[in-house]
């Protein structure tokens, strides 16, 4: 059963279906637009053209070869640039996930009636913390994605505290929510709506990391990208060519 949620936010408990992605994090390349004096991130990037019929619950995911990274002027610290970020190995399997995400959106903001085709990306991030060296999520600060729906999902903590999720109802207030996610848990926004950022991590040995899944799903006829590529069907070889128009 459907049911409206009219707040614009919530928690989800996908618990292992999104932990059991902890082994991808060992493998991710460097952040090189993440500002060195902020503890340095490590990430990839999966893009996927999805279908979903609210009406049947059908779901259809296909794995795209990944774009330069578009956002515009949501990010004010890198979105005006074309970011490419090293594609998710061949292997990386996350349409069961991106399933699970289409019917957390239905359940709560009923998408009958609306655009059936979309764009999702999906981050794998982790934020490095060493000695007194501080590893900072959010270097562009409060911001929104510039996606409609966006889940921020926390798939492993790793000898750090902090890394508190916040989320505002404008840019220039104060957060009206907070938490620290455990592992399993996440965050489900109406990205058109609110901000989010997060604080920063400490770490409470010699090193540790914060590992997050971000995904943002986004109406395909509103995405940032200036042609249709939604027929450049990654093929599965290891070096992923980036595609332009």
């Known amino acids: 059963m459907t049911t409206k949620l009219t707040r614009k936010f919530d928690i989800l408990e996908p618990g292992s279906l999104l932990t059991d992605f902890s082994p991808l994090f060992e493998n991710l390349g460097p952040d090189v637009y993440h500002p060195a004096q902020t503890g340095g991130r490590s990430r990839r990037l999966a893009q996927h053209y999805a279908t979903f019929d609210p009406k049947t619950g059908k779901i259809s995911v296909t794995r795209l070869v990944t774009q330069p990274f578009l956002q515009g002027d949501y990010n004010k610290l890198t979105g005006h640039l074309e970011r490419p970020i090293e ?5 990386t399997d996350l349409s069961r996930f991106i399933e699970y995400g289409f019917k957390s959106i239905q359940e709560r903001w009923p998408l009958d009636g609306r655009e059936n085709e979309w764009l999702v990306n999906c ?3 982790r934020t490095h913390a060493k000695g007194k060296q501080e590893g900072v999520p959010v270097p562009e600060g409060i911001h929104r994605d510039g996606v409609d729906y966006l889940i921020m999902g926390s798939v492993r903590r790793q000898d750090v505290s902090g890394g508190v999720s916040y989320i505002y109802d404008h840019v220039d207030g104060d957060p009206f929510f907070e938490t ?3 592992p ?5 926004i109406d990205d058109e709506s609110l901000f989010h950022m997060a604080s920063p991590v400490t770490a409470t040995k010699d090193e540790g990391h914060r590992d997050m899944i971000l995904m943002g799903f986004h109406f395909w006829s509103r995405n940032h990208y200036r042609f249709d590529w939604k027929d450049h069907i990654y ?6 060519a980036l595609v332009s128009e």
């Open 180 to 182: 620290t996610l455990t």
């Open 184 to 188: 399993g848990q996440a965050i489900l």
């Open 87 to 91: 594609p998710t190995l061949p292997d």
């Open 123 to 125: 981050h794998l991030i």
């Open 235 to 240: 093929a599965g070889s290891r070096e992923e």
